[in-house]
C-alpha cells in the first residue's frame, strides 16, 4: 500500500480491516500502534493538511510512554519543554500554592510543552516506516452504515468523487463534533461552561520563566503557559459584558498580554474564543463504529489531559484491534475499551472541573478565603506532596475490564493498573526503560536473585500458559543478571523496580499486556484459580495451544 495522498482510488469497493476517520493526533497515533502490529489501516482525513496551528499544548508520562511503544520517543520528547510546573497566583500575583512534580514512575517527566502541528508532522511522518498503513488527507465519510459483516463508507475526495470502503472496524477519532457520534445520535452528558475564554498563541517571547503562571482572580482568571522554542499560551476568561468581536481586536489582546509579561509586542500566531466542556459521550461503541478522543470525551483546558484522554484510548484500543483482527484474541476483548477508558476519562474530567474553579473564585472574598487555606495546608508536609507531586491525578488504573482482579483496595491493587517501568541494565551492563528492554505484546515479568528464582511461583503451571509470552526477570540491584536460554534477564538499575512494582509482591509474577497494564498478577497460592481464568480469555491455535499472538519485534 502506499502512502500517495494523491492517489484515485475509485474503482473498486475496497475491504480494509480498520478504517481512522480523523488523522489528529489520536488518529494518527492509533495509526502507528496498528502498523507496528501490521495491520492493514486506512487513515481518512476530510482536511488536506495536519493542522497548522497550535492547539493541545502539554503531553503527560502516558502520553509519552504511547510514543515509545509507536518508536517515536525520542522524535517527540526533541520537540518539547520537558518537566515543566506550575505555579498558582493569588488576587495580588504572589504565589500560594506550586505543583512541581519530579517523579518519573512511567519513564518520563509528568508534564512536557509541545506544539501540536509539529507532533502531528511527526506522527504522521512515522506512518512511512509501515506499508501496511496509507493515508488520505482530503477525503471525507459522507455516508456510512453498518451489519454483522462490517462497515460500509462512502467517501468524497477533495475532488468531488465518491466511493465506497468496506471495513471490519471503524476508529471514529473524528473531533468534537463528530460525524459519527451525532450520525449514531449519541448523546454527550455533563456540561459546558457559561463563560467564553480567549486563547493567545505567541511566537519569539521575551519571558524566560518556564513554570505555568495560573491567575487565581476573579476579576481576570487566566493561564500563561510556556511553550518550547520561544512560543507562549494565554488563556484569558472573558468577562461579562465582553463580545468576541471586541476581545479578538489586536488591541485588547496586546493590552492584556502587556499587563501579564514582557510580549505585548511579541508576533502573535492566533487568537480564538473557545467555549469550554466537561462532556462524555453516553457509550463509546455501535457495532464495530468505536469513537476515539474529542469523539467519545470533550475536557477542559485546566489540566492539561484532553488530547492525553485521547492518545489513551488509542493506547487501549490499538492492541485490541490489532489481535482481534489477527484472530489472536476473542472478539470480546472489545467490549472492554469502553468499560476501561470512559470511567477513568470522567475521572480526569472532574479533576479538570475541580482545577479549573479553584482557578475561577467567584468573588475577592472567596478567592482570599481560599487562597489563605491552601498556605495553611502547605504547612503540613502530606497536604503540601498532595498537589505539587500531583497526587490527585487519577492513577492509570481501571475499575474493571479485560484483567483478573486480585482483590486488594485500589490504593493496594496492581491488577488492572499500569506497570511502572523502571530503568534497568542488562548482562552487557547496557542500561535502558522497561519497555525499550522487552519486544511489544504481552510479557510476564518477576523479581528475583535468578530467572529460576523468579518464575518458582509458577514451576507447576508453566505449561498451562501461552508459550509466546516473553519471560521477564529482574534481579535486584544487588545482584548480577545472569543470561538465562529462555528469561531475558535486567539489574534493577537504581532499586526502582523494588520501590514502584515489587514492594509487597516479591513472590508474584505480573502478567502484563501489550498496553503495559498488569492484566494478572500470579502466585504460588492463587495459579490454581487464576491460570484457567486466563486460558478462557485467550484464544487457542489450531494446534490447540494457547496463544496470545505476542509480537517478536519493537515497535521502534
Given at each position: 500500500m502506499s502512502n500517495n495522498n494523491d492517489k484515485k482510488h475509485q474503482n473498486d469497493r475496497r475491504h480494509v480491516p480498520v478504517v481512522i476517520v480523523g488523522a489528529g493526533p489520536n488518529?494518527?497515533?492509533?495509526?502507528?500502534?496498528?502498523?507496528?502490529?501490521?495491520?492493514?489501516?486506512?487513515?481518512?482525513?476530510?482536511?488536506?493538511?495536519?493542522?497548522?496551528?497550535?492547539?493541545?499544548?502539554?503531553?503527560?508520562?502516558?502520553?509519552?510512554?504511547?510514543?515509545?511503544?509507536?518508536?517515536?520517543?525520542?522524535?517527540?520528547?526533541?520537540?518539547?519543554?520537558?518537566?515543566?510546573?506550575?505555579?498558582?497566583?493569588?488576587?495580588n500575583r504572589k504565589p500560594f500554592a506550586r505543583i512541581e512534580p519530579n517523579t518519573s514512575e512511567y519513564g518520563f517527566a509528568?508534564?512536557?510543552?509541545?506544539?501540536?502541528?509539529?507532533?502531528?508532522?511527526?506522527?504522521?511522518?512515522?506512518?512511512?516506516?509501515?506499508?501496511?498503513?496509507?493515508?488520505?488527507f482530503g477525503?471525507?465519510?459522507?455516508?456510512?452504515?453498518?451489519?454483522?459483516?462490517?462497515?460500509?463508507?462512502?467517501?468524497?475526495?477533495?475532488?468531488?468523487?465518491?466511493?465506497?470502503?468496506?471495513?471490519?472496524?471503524?476508529?471514529?477519532?473524528?473531533?468534537?463534533?463528530?460525524?459519527?457520534?451525532?450520525?449514531?445520535?449519541?448523546?454527550l452528558e455533563g456540561l459546558t461552561y457559561e463563560q467564553k475564554w480567549l486563547i493567545i498563541d505567541l511566537k519569539g517571547t521575551?519571558?524566560?520563566?518556564?513554570?505555568?503562571?495560573?491567575?487565581?482572580?476573579?476579576?481576570?482568571?487566566?493561564?500563561?503557559?510556556?511553550?518550547?522554542?520561544?512560543?507562549?499560551?494565554?488563556?484569558?476568561?472573558?468577562?461579562?459584558?465582553?463580545?468576541?468581536e471586541q476581545v479578538v481586536e489586536e488591541a485588547f489582546v496586546r493590552r492584556l498580554i502587556a499587563d501579564h509579561g514582557p510580549d505585548r509586542d511579541a508576533e502573535i500566531v492566533r487568537k480564538q474564543v473557545y467555549h469550554f466542556h466537561a462532556r462524555e459521550a453516553v457509550c463509546w461503541r455501535k457495532g464495530r463504529i468505536f469513537l476515539v478522543g474529542d469523539a467519545a470525551h470533550l475536557t477542559p483546558p485546566f489540566a492539561g489531559q484532553g488530547m492525553n484522554s485521547g492518545i489513551r484510548d488509542a493506547s487501549n484500543l490499538g492492541w485490541k484491534l490489532a489481535q482481534v483482527v489477527q484472530g489472536k484474541l476473542p472478539a470480546e476483548v472489545l467490549d472492554s475499551y469502553e468499560e476501561e477508558r470512559k470511567p477513568h476519562a470522567w475521572q480526569l474530567i472532574k479533576m479538570a472541573d475541580i482545577l479549573g474553579r479553584f482557578m475561577m473564585p467567584p468573588t475577592l472574598l472567596r478567592a482570599r478565603l481560599m487562597q489563605a487555606g491552601m498556605r495553611v495546608l502547605s504547612l503540613y508536609p502530606p497536604a503540601r506532596d498532595y498537589v505539587t507531586q500531583m497526587r490527585y491525578k487519577p492513577k492509570p488504573r481501571f475499575m474493571s475490564g479485560w484483567f483478573i482482579p486480585d482483590g486488594l483496595s485500589a490504593k493496594k491493587t496492581r491488577a488492572g493498573r499500569m506497570m511502572a517501568q523502571p530503568a534497568l541494565e542488562d548482562p552487557q551492563r547496557r542500561v535502558a526503560k522497561l519497555?525499550?528492554?522487552?519486544?511489544?505484546?504481552?510479557?510476564?515479568?518477576?523479581?528475583?536473585?535468578?530467572?529460576?528464582?523468579?518464575f518458582a511461583p509458577l514451576n507447576d503451571w508453566k505449561h498451562q500458559l501461552p508459550a509466546d509470552i516473553q519471560r521477564v526477570?529482574?534481579?535486584?540491584?544487588?545482584?548480577?543478571?545472569?543470561?538465562?536460554?529462555?528469561?531475558?534477564?535486567?539489574?534493577?538499575?537504581?532499586?526502582?523496580a523494588n520501590e514502584w512494582i515489587f514492594d509487597g509482591f516479591e513472590n508474584a509474577v505480573?502478567?502484563?499486556?501489550p498496553d503495559r497494564y498488569v492484566m494478572a498478577v500470579l502466585t504460588a497460592e492463587n495459579a490454581a484459580r487464576v491460570i484457567p481464568k486466563l486460558q478462557s480469555m485467550f484464544c487457542k491455535t489450531e494446534a490447540g495451544e494457547i496463544g496470545v499472538g505476542v509480537m517478536t519485534q519493537s515497535a521502534a
Open positions: 488518529g494518527l497515533t492509533l495509526a502507528n500502534l496498528l502498523g507496528t502490529y501490521g495491520i492493514e489501516t486506512l487513515v481518512l482525513e476530510k482536511n488536506l493538511t495536519t493542522v497548522q496551528l497550535p492547539r493541545a499544548v502539554s503531553i503527560d508520562d502516558e502520553s509519552m510512554r504511547t510514543m515509545q511503544m509507536i518508536g517515536l520517543d525520542q522524535e517527540v520528547i526533541n520537540q518539547c519543554a520537558q518537566d515543566y510546573g506550575s505555579v498558582y497566583l493569588d488576587v509528568r508534564r512536557n510543552a509541545f506544539i501540536q502541528p509539529n507532533l502531528e508532522a511527526t506522527l504522521k511522518e512515522g506512518l512511512k516506516r509501515f506499508s501496511c498503513v496509507e493515508t488520505r477525503h471525507e465519510v459522507v455516508n456510512f452504515s453498518q451489519d454483522d459483516q462490517g462497515v460500509l463508507l462512502e467517501v468524497e475526495d477533495h475532488d468531488g468523487h465518491r466511493y465506497e470502503i468496506m471495513a471490519d472496524h471503524v476508529a471514529a477519532s473524528d473531533g468534537g463534533k463528530s460525524y459519527f457520534r451525532t450520525t449514531l445520535n449519541i448523546p521575551g519571558d524566560n520563566f518556564r513554570q505555568t503562571r495560573v491567575y487565581c482572580d476573579p476579576r481576570r482568571p487566566g493561564i500563561n503557559l510556556p511553550g518550547p522554542d520561544g512560543t507562549r499560551r494565554f488563556e484569558f476568561m472573558m468577562l461579562p459584558g465582553e463580545t468576541e519497555d525499550d528492554c522487552c519486544a511489544a505484546g504481552f510479557l510476564l515479568v518477576a523479581y528475583g536473585t535468578s530467572a529460576a528464582e523468579a526477570c529482574i534481579t535486584p540491584r544487588q545482584y548480577n543478571p545472569v543470561p538465562d536460554s529462555d528469561v531475558q534477564v535486567f539489574r534493577d538499575l537504581y532499586g526502582q505480573f502478567l502484563v499486556r
